[in-house]
């Protein structure tokens, strides 16, 4: 197809849009339409077409199941302690400006929601949403072999924006969760992948709620003057 400024546009429209998305409705999404999503995500590069994403789609009694089983874990502290991450998502080490960054999107978000910094209650219970897909009809949960390394995990990440991409060129909104990882010992066992894949992370999908203030959250981005180097 040749390229013309209202496919540009739409393209645009679809990427820009996309935002983490923390509170759905139950509005169920067709299986026709998520596999959809998947095969045109599918199209996403990989190093020699290793292609190395793995899919686990959960819906109803399945992804309630699974919910149930994480969120009994994380309210338990002494049982939560037992579950750590098999992999380093974040430094262990943080500095500015990534630490600002961060603190400013936490405290964006509890603003909204009206908790203040010393309700561990209920800082305790938004973070529990995660687990509960935000309320999302379909969860994610993509594996990676074990065999691949570094490169096919940034393959990986293309695959996800893809996906959170196309879902957005049919109306439908993400929030892919880092959340999960913590948790891959159950949810490898509860999904039945083997024991040579690894969790990467979740995802929610699904239809936003329109209501819902947590939702009017968009994180603000560097200008390309702070993030770009042209060399001539």
Not at 35 to 46: D, F, K
Not at 96 to 122: C, E
Not at 161 to 182: E, I, K, N, W, Y
Request: aromatic residues 10%; charged residues 25%; neutral net charge.
């Amino acid at each position: 197809m040749t390229p013309t400024t209202e496919t540009a546009r739409w393209v645009d429209e679809a990427i820009t849009s996309r935002h983490s998305i923390r509170a759905f409705l139950p509005t169920a999404v067709p299986r026709e339409l998520v596999e959809h999503i998947l095969a045109v995500a599918s199209r996403a590069p990989s190093g020699t077409n290793t292609q190395p994403w793995k899919v686990n789609v959960l819906t109803g009694e399945a992804k309630r199941d699974l919910s149930r089983r994480i969120v009994a874990v994380y309210d338990d502290p002494g049982e939560r302690a037992t579950h750590t991450e098999e992999y380093a998502y974040y430094p262990t080490e943080w500095k500015s400006p990534f630490l600002d960054r961060r603190r400013k999107v936490g405290w964006d978000l509890y603003g909204l929601l009206g908790i203040a910094k010393t309700d561990k209650p209920r800082m305790h219970a938004q973070h529990s949403r995660n687990y509960d897909f935000f309320g999302a009809p379909v969860g994610l949960m993509f594996t990676i072999d074990r065999t691949m390394r570094q490169g096919s995990w940034l393959d990986f990440g293309m695959f996800l924006q893809s996906v959170m991409v196309a879902a957005r060129g049919h109306g439908l909104d993400t929030c892919p969760q880092a959340a999960f990882t913590q948790f891959h010992r159950l949810i490898i066992a509860s999904i039945g992948a083997p024991e040579s894949e690894q969790l990467v992370c979740g995802m929610s999908l699904g239809y936003r709620d329109p209501e819902a203030i947590e939702n009017t959250l968009v994180t603000e981005r560097e200008p390309v003057a702070n993030l770009a180097r042209f060399i001539e």
